[in-house]
């Protein structure tokens, strides 16, 4: 039976809160036990609920342990009909759980670790034995848009399997690069009105200090000044780091793990290893940095698409309509036929070029066109 795309969804969801709820318990606090022990369920049941769907079970509230007789009862017809696989894991869970949720007991780490590693298990062998894939081998890159994106996490993916950190965290930070480079700006009007009071790259600028009276005291100021412009930068990347929802503790340690990437023009990623790096290239660090950029591309992709003068759209036009070419505005350049479609479009409120808002491009010819906002239909990814 072929694996519908929504099942398959729910299964990468699965897995993610399972690396989530890893993560959580690595973190080595009593909190983060908890919150490991009600992820590791949610995963579990988001699991279970892919099997029942997929063999057409209907749905109602059930705890996870119901299920096992649940699957039997509905397979009992079938001859060679698949079972669930270490389903006293559930039992282990449940038994983990309750106290934690509804009775406010911390669990032990050990015991959380356990019944985590059983669940890998549980996962993996009833995955090929209800869809015929490997839960281990689901990729979480399916679940980004960008495609960049998602070749450069496949790519880590793949290397971090292999045990090759380095590699993969060169794919890592490039991925994290495109996404801030990318993605941040494309379609929150927070982000422009953040963008029309920029940070400064430097605080203080050598000129500021130019006309102290001698040589000697723009020398011994100079080295200051370069001192509080390195702190400055990294505040400012801390600052923009929390300005697409990300944790400021978290983006410094994943800089301080990954090589420095550098793209071109052109995209072609660029990787400076440091001197102590290899050090830290370790499958904890890896996993880390992994599941930062997953997250850091979750919080992007399900930002709101708001209209923003750095945003690009794609758009139709609804009929026939006048478009305009700059700098010659004062008559339309020619008619777009409707149904014409633009890939990136701008939104200029107030356009100065027309009366009311408007849609701006670049056409192949390098040319900025623009037209009437109220001309065109957004259409959807």
Not at 226 to 239: D, G, P, Q, Y
Request: negative net charge; aromatic residues 8%.
């Amino acid at each position: 039976m072929a694996i519908e795309r929504l099942i398959l969804d729910r299964l990468m969801f699965a897995k993610y809160v399972l690396a989530t709820s890893q993560r959580e318990l690595a973190a080595g606090t009593e909190m983060s036990a908890w919150i490991s022990v009600l992820l590791l369920h949610d995963a579990t049941e988001t699991f279970l609920l892919a099997v029942a769907d997929h063999l057409g079970i209907e749905r109602k509230f059930r705890g996870i342990t119901d299920y096992p007789s649940l699957f039997s009862q509905h397979l009992k017809s079938q001859p060679k009909a698949p079972q669930l696989q270490h389903s006293q894991v559930l039992r282990e869970l449940n038994d983990l759980r309750d106290p934690t949720k509804h009775r406010g007991i911390y669990p032990r780490r050990q015991h959380v670790r356990e019944v985590s590693n059983h669940l890998h298990a549980f996962f993996e062998d009833n995955a090929q034995e209800f869809f015929g894939v490997s839960f281990d081998a689901l990729s979480l890159a399916e679940m980004i848009v960008d495609e960049r994106i998602k070749r450069e996490v496949k790519l880590a993916e793949e290397h971090l399997q292999k045990g090759a950190y380095t590699p993969a965290l060169s794919a890592l930070a490039t991925a994290f690069l495109i996404i801030v480079g990318n993605e941040r700006n494309r379609f929150s009007t927070v982000v422009t009105g953040i963008d029309e009071q920029p940070l400064p790259y430097d605080l203080i600028k050598r000129e500021d200090v130019a006309s102290l009276s001698s040589p000697g005291q723009r020398a011994g100021v100079g080295s200051v000044v370069e001192k509080v412009n390195t702190t400055w930068r990294a505040v400012v990347e801390r600052l923009q780091a929390l300005e697409i929802g990300l944790n400021p503790v978290e983006y410094a340690t994943f800089k301080s793990i990954v090589p420095v990437v550098r793209l071109t023009d052109g995209g072609v990623a660029h990787v400076t290893l440091r001197a102590d790096e290899p050090l830290l290239h370790t499958r904890e660090n890896a996993e880390f940095c992994f599941q930062f950029v997953l997250e850091a591309i979750g919080r992007i992709q399900s930002a709101p698409r708001l209209k923003g003068s750095r945003g690009e759209f794609k758009i139709r036009a609804r009929e026939d309509t006048p478009y305009y070419k700059y700098p010659d505005i004062s008559k339309p350049a020619a008619q777009l036929a409707k149904g014409t479609e633009i890939g990136k479009a701008t939104f200029a409120k107030g356009s100065p070029y027309m009366t009311g808002d408007a849609w701006g491009w670049t056409n192949d010819a390098g040319e900025y066109c623009f037209a009437a906002l109220e001309a065109f239909d957004e259409v959807p990814d």
